[in-house]
């Protein structure tokens, strides 16, 4: 979850710095920078490759001819870049700020003048006007993450999300025409977040009305705020429920309770048994009261085509083969982090009582292979699906105090 609520790159010539920062694998996407973009055909919409993992989106970006990876979200009110990457690249940072997101910490940043990146292969180019410290986020997504589009990026377009295709549709404001079988729902901003009214079904048959921030930025499905959570008595309401990190955003991880609703109202639209992240102290912006009681985040949008058409205030949810899918949340009871190599997976925490628990896993054990396969963030991301399904079997090779062994974990469902 990459929650930032609340709150370049000058070109940078020669791939011989590229490669310093990043590793020399990356000479293909260096050429990629050096390619020339498609011709932009008018009234057709700028289709731009992504990257679907663990519900973000990943969108490769150039500063000259240096090839980066940011993150598209709706929960940043505007775009930055990483600030230990621009100290890297030898830019002046200016104004000093702190932001604050998912987590009880917050996270450093500052201004920087005059700098802008290209989506590649297009001739789109973002204007950056911020740095933000992300390096606490890789670990936990799995992932690089040198930057975020924000706000002033998704403003400039009706911005389509097709998480099936892996496609970013950008479609010019004044002439979208939407003609699709969607359903369109209202967006209202405040610190430009997009907000939208929702209603949250419990078992017993209350409806609760409350206003949610849309967060493509976040990875979970929906996501309730302490002052929601207690004044509606959630967690003696909602059932049964598993207490675990809840995600983590720039001010660090948190604590949850993880369980379902019976449903959630978007418009005319009904979306049953969500997994739900019930939060409570010590969990940043979701600890306090603001004008929000929730996230809705990518385990429910990515049940759709997305279309976010801030010019007109409005998002358009369209169906496809895959919305009728039911919600699972982790059925493992692991919670993960990497090292700064992307490469080293350990152990974060177990929760009592399931699989991994029974299996004798513990915080810190080190898993160096899945399934007999060394660990990558490509590896990491099939897991994730597969600690979801009821009976997967798991092979873990896992290394403790010098020793290395096997530890097979069958999944079962535990919300």
């Known amino acids: 979850m990459i929650t930032l609520h609340r709150y370049l790159v000058r070109t940078i010539g020669g791939s011989a710095l590229a490669i310093a920062v990043f590793g020399s694998s990356l000479g293909a996407q260096t050429a990629a920078c050096q390619s020339t973009a498609a011709a932009v055909v008018r009234g057709q919409p700028i289709a731009v490759p992504i990257e ?3 519900n973000h989106v990943y969108v490769k970006v150039c500063a000259g001819d240096v090839p980066l990876e940011f993150i598209l979200d709706t929960g940043a009110g505007n775009s930055f870049l990483d600030l230990n990457h621009a100290r890297q690249l030898g830019l002046k940072i200016g104004s000093a700020f702190a932001v604050r997101g998912v987590g009880a910490g917050t996270a450093a940043g500052g201004r ?23 390096s606490s986020l890789p670990s936990r997504e799995g992932h690089r993450m ?11 377009f ?3 999300i097709d998480y099936v295709k892996h496609e970013l549709r950008l479609y010019d404001p004044d002439a979208f025409q939407y003609q699709g079988s969607g359903t369109i729902l209202p967006v209202s901003f405040f610190n430009n977040h997009p907000h939208v009214d929702a209603e949250v079904k419990l078992a017993d048959g209350t409806k609760i009305p409350g206003r949610m921030i849309v967060d493509v930025g976040a990875s979970s499905s ?15 309401r909602v059932g049964p429920t598993v207490r675990r990190h809840g995600g983590g955003g720039v001010g660090g991880a948190s604590w949850s309770n993880v369980g379902r609703v019976a449903g959630l109202r978007l418009g005319t639209l009904e979306i049953a048994n969500p997994t739900t992240t019930l939060f409570g102290d010590s969990a ?8 929000w009681v929730g996230n809705i985040g990518g385990e429910i949008l990515r049940r759709f085509t997305v279309f976010l ?49 029974a299996a004798g896993l513990a915080a810190h054990d080190t898993i160096s292979a899945i399934d007999g396969r060394p660990v990558s963030y490509l590896e990491l991301n099939e897991l994730r699906k597969r600690l979801k399904r009821v009976g997967e079997r798991v092979t873990l090779t896992i290394r403790r105090d010098g020793q290395s062994k096997d530890v097979v974990i069958v999944m079962r469902r535990l919300v």
């Open 52 to 54: 679907i993992s663990n």
């Open 158 to 160: 009706v911005v389509g």
């Open 284 to 291: 940043g912006v979701f600890s306090t009261r603001g004008t």
């Open 146 to 156: 040198d930057g975020i589009l924000g706000y002033d990026f998704i403003s400039r």
């Open 112 to 134: 920087v003048e005059g700098a802008a990146v290209s989506l590649v292969g297009t001739s789109v180019r973002q204007q950056v006007s911020s740095v933000l410290d992300l």
């Open 309 to 357: 058409d801030y010019q007109h205030r409005r998002m358009i949810l369209e169906p496809h083969a895959g919305t009728s899918e039911a919600f699972e949340a982790d059925m493992s009871g692991i919670g993960f982090v990497m090292d700064d190599s992307l490469r080293t997976l350990m152990i974060d925490g177990v929760v009592p009582d399931s699989p991994a628990g």
């Open 222 to 236: 929906l996501s309730l705020a302490k002052p929601f959570v207690d004044e509606n008595h959630l967690l003696a």
